[in-house]
């Protein structure tokens, strides 16, 4: 069955950086699409970033562009968000996610948490 695990999440000051990643299994994990969704406090999830099967073409919600860059290993089976010059605004638990034969599929989500 599809299981996606994030990791890296934590506790950072401003205008620092964080490594999330998403390790995958039980599909073919270089033939489709991932994208990062975060969800902050009082929100609805919202959509970050995605990569393209292969890695060659990435989209980025405007609020994140220039700062964040997903990237995915396909040997190794993981997706990444480097995450730079964070905000207090980018506070949110952080999801990977996975379009699948017709089905949605999530990880269990990453805390990260931007504060001084």
């Known amino acids: 069955q599809v299981q996606l695990v994030e990791s890296g999440g934590g506790l950072v000051q401003p205008g620092g950086s964080l490594r999330l990643s998403c390790q995958a299994s039980?599909?073919?994990?270089?033939?489709?699409?991932l994208k990062w969704f975060r969800r902050a406090p009082g929100k609805e999830r919202e959509w970050v970033a995605t990569s393209t099967s292969r890695g060659v073409r990435t989209n980025y919600v405007d609020s994140v562009k220039g700062r964040f860059a997903i990237s995915r290993d396909n040997a190794k089976n993981t997706m990444y968000l480097q995450m730079n010059s964070l905000k207090p605004e980018d506070t949110a638990v952080y999801y990977c996610?996975?379009?699948?034969?017709?089905?949605?599929?999530w990880g269990q989500g990453t805390q990260v948490t931007v504060s001084s």
């Open positions: 996610n996975v379009w699948y034969y017709g089905s949605d599929y």
């Open positions: 039980g599909f073919t994990f270089s033939s489709y699409a």
